[in-house]
């Protein structure tokens, strides 16, 4: 019988200064991106929080069996599920950067034995900057690291079908920042019938289309589904729209959760399903323009309610005509 997984809850950050020793991870959100000597299982996201009481993310699980350092990647883990961060802050082209982190990381989480990546977090200053490795290349650094990313992949012998939810998102600080959640067991993947698969997106947008599924469904025994929503955008088909209004993208973004909701819970018994996505457990939102948040918020709530926790985070969706973009969390919280 498997142990309960993880559970993942934004809290006052007055509740880490209890001792407690079920920490699988601790996520905070500051002016830079740095990452912890002391501690393995804690990074900041250099995503300035826009609003509200101060919070922490934290993922906790009821048996942590060990924490540590393990080539440069600090890591918790349970007997079903394993976090891993990395920092790579070498002078690299984002390419390179992007390669060498997801070289390391997918050796690391396969030597341990959690052969799946279920989610990934990517963020990295200066997304839509010119890549300055490739001398010639006319590639922003968001394309490049989808590139280094696929290069990756493909020298690992990862098939389109294992591909784990993700975000990828520009933030301050030095440094690509990588983390990412492991099992043992696969989750299943998601995707939006309202928008073509990522990694089939056309070379429009970039010469390596992106390596990320629109989210993971994963399956405990005895607990209630988790799923896992990668950042999702104001995108039909694979075309951004409502380019020049804020609110309008928000609507669509909402009607991507819904179907990516619907999608999950066709998979699912009547009574596991997940209530839209007013439902789930945690919403990210990313925002270009701080002074959005308000008009954000107030939309937000006339379309999820007040139920969702919601943390608005300022960072930069990776297609320039795109202000806002949303994750969403349902991970034993609700
Ligand atoms: C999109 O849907 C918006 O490259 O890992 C969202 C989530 C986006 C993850 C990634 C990119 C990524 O294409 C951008």
Redesign the pocket.
């Known amino acids: 019988m498997p142990t309960r997984p993880l559970r993942i809850t934004l809290e006052d950050p007055a509740s880490l200064q209890t001792g407690e020793n079920h920490r699988l991870a601790v996520i905070r959100f500051g002016a830079a991106t740095a990452v912890s000597d002391a501690d393995p299982r804690e990074v900041t996201i250099g995503l300035p929080p826009l609003d509200g009481p101060p919070r922490v993310e934290i993922w906790r699980a009821p048996r942590v069996d060990e924490t540590g350092f393990m080539d440069g990647i600090g890591y918790a883990r349970t007997p079903d599920v394993l976090f891993g961060r990395l920092l790579i802050t070498e002078p690299m082209s984002m390419a390179g950067a992007a390669e060498a982190a997801y070289l390391r990381l997918i050796a690391f989480h396969r030597g341990l034995g959690y052969d799946h990546l279920l989610r990934t977090w ?1 963020y990295f200053p200066d997304i839509h900057a010119a890549d300055d490795g490739d001398a010639g290349s006319m590639l922003d650094r968001y394309q490049a690291f ?1 590139v280094g990313r696929h290069r990756a992949l493909v020298a690992t012998g990862y098939d389109e079908t294992a591909l784990p939810a ?3 998102i520009g933030s301050q600080g030095d440094g690509l920042l990588v983390y990412f959640l492991a099992a043992r067991a696969p989750g299943e993947q998601i995707e939006n019938p309202r928008q073509v698969s ?1 990694f089939r997106y056309p070379a429009e947008y970039g010469p390596q289309s ?1 390596s ?1 599924s629109r989210a993971t469904l994963k399956r405990w025994d005895g607990e209630r589904p988790h799923l896992y929503i ?4 104001s ?1 039909v088909g694979h075309a951004s729209v409502h380019v020049e209004d804020c609110l309008k993208q928000l609507d669509e973004i909402v009607e991507n959760l819904r179907a990516i909701v619907e999608a999950a819970n066709a998979r699912l018994a009547p009574e596991q399903h997940i209530d839209g996505p007013g439902g789930l457990g945690l919403l990210k939102v990313y925002l270009r323009e701080p002074a959005h948040v308000a008009a954000v918020r107030e939309r937000l709530t006339q379309l999820v309610g007040t139920r969702v926790p919601v943390l608005f985070l300022r960072g930069d ?2 297609r320039r005509d795109l202000w806002v ?1 949303i994750e969403g969390l349902h991970a034993g919280t609700a």
């Open positions: 990517n989808c993700a975000t990828a990522a992106p990320f990668s950042g999702t955008a995108i969706v990776c973009e």
